[in-house]
């Protein structure tokens, strides 16, 4: 672990995926669109370990039932008050429809409908990742979206269905990997293609979803997760820490890095987190950066653009000269973790710097809006003229001519 002045400190260049992954997850999909089940089955096989049926890619309700009754009542409740909260934010978030005149005569207004059908990935690993079942599938349930599909590696655990029973998706199938994102774009005989693909996963997951975004709809390359602290008091220090630990927990290429211009923090901090690398070895990638004033401390997060920001200091000043973060978390009562799993908030977020130039995924990322234009008779008298001489510009003769016709019928 490093300590750097600001001066010294070089932001990493995104890294892209290495072109041999490319390679190979590219003959995964051509397989998969070739050979359908019979490719899943095999790759599931090979990189899972597991040998499947066809008849068994398919989670019966039955499963899913039975995992959802084998639940304690506290863990059902724990579930269920974070769907309600989950649910509350994202239908403050859906937009309202409108209807605004531009011109006299002249009306446009807007239309709301979501995707037909989304497919969510669910990372296998060591923990059940129940949450990216709620903060995925939560969304599109409040976009209405008909029909939402689960993939995940087939390793999973019975938490897993259990959310699915209880969200009401009849669709989970027990495959990972770039073979399930194949699928989920191109569709086998078990699993029919949807219309977009959401969720984070490794780097050939992410690689197969960059590939296949020609065809279907995505929702954002997925990195490494990110933390970024900006405090500037030593106070409650192992706090602080703490809070480094659970994001490094999360892979082994997380990235944890303090911002302060506290060098007594800074020195508790590395010597805390010291004497948990063996546990936790990609605390040896963080890093604690030593800066001047707020505006060092600024300008060095929006250009690191962090998947997570904790803001702890005493007013709230900081948090105006931020542009550039996937999440906010702020106060020494916000740690990261609780908006992983129960403030309400989504943490699938940009990383890799994408905070630059996209959101947290949210019911908008279901819905698609539709144009509706009316003009009046006088609402064409109004605007025609303008259209006409624009069309003229640009040469184009019949678009010229489909208004004139109805400008020489609509002259008193």
């Known amino acids: ?105 002249v009306s446009i207004s807007v239309r709301y409908t979501s995707i037909p059908s989304i497919g969510i990935y669910v990372p296998g690993g060591a923990s059940p990742y129940i949450s990216t079942v709620l903060m995925a599938t939560i969304p599109a349930k409040v976009a209405k979206v008909k029909r939402c599909v689960i993939t995940t590696p087939p390793k999973f655990s019975k938490e897993i269905s259990a959310i ?54 995505i929702d954002m390359p997925a990195g490494p997760s990110e933390l970024v602290i900006y405090a500037e008091d030593s106070e409650d220090y192992e706090w602080l820490a703490m809070d480094m630990m659970a994001q490094a927990e999360h892979d082994i290429r997380a990235k944890v890095i303090l911002i302060t211009p506290n060098i007594e923090l800074a020195n508790k901090i590395k010597e805390y987190l010291e004497d948990y690398e063996k546990e936790l070895p990609s605390l040896s990638n963080a890093l604690i950066i030593l800066v001047k004033n707020r505006e060092e401390a600024a300008n060095l997060i929006n250009e690191i653009a962090p998947e997570h920001l904790e803001i702890i200091c005493k007013d709230d000043e900081f948090l105006n000269m931020i542009e550039n973060a996937g999440a906010i978390f702020i106060g020494k009562y916000s740690p990261t973790a609780i908006g992983d799993y ?70 008193d």
């Open 164 to 217: 699915a029973y209880m969200l009401q998706i009849n669709e989970v199938y027990r495959i990972g990997g770039a073979q399930a994102i194949a699928a989920l774009a191109y569709g086998t005989e078990s699993i029919k293609k949807v219309e977009k693909i959401v969720g984070p996963g490794n780097v050939y997951v992410t690689a197969a979803k960059i590939l296949v975004s020609k065809d279907v709809a």
């Open 342 to 411: 129960t403030a309400g908030s989504n943490h699938i977020l940009p990383t890799m710097g994408w905070a630059k130039k996209s959101s947290p995924l949210s019911v908008l990322d279901f819905l698609k809006i539709t144009e509706i234009i009316e003009c009046t008779k006088e609402g064409l008298k109004s605007i025609g003229k303008d259209a006409i001489i624009l069309a003229k510009i640009e040469k184009m003769k019949y678009h010229e001519k489909s208004i004139s016709i109805r400008m020489m019928n609509n002259e």
């Open 1 to 105: 672990m490093k300590i750097l002045e600001y001066y010294n400190y070089k932001p990493e260049l995104l890294k892209e995926i290495p072109e041999e992954i490319f390679e190979k997850v590219k003959k995964i999909i051509t397989d998969v669109k070739e050979r359908g089940d019979k490719a899943l089955l095999e790759y599931t096989e090979k990189f899972d370990g597991i040998k499947l049926s066809k008849d068994e890619i398919k989670v019966s309700l039955e499963e899913m039932k039975e995992a959802f009754e084998s639940l304690s009542e506290d863990v059902k409740n724990s579930i269920l008050n974070s769907i309600n909260r989950i649910k509350k934010y994202q239908e403050s978030l859906f937009p309202k429809p409108f209807k605004i005149n531009t011109a006299e005569g």
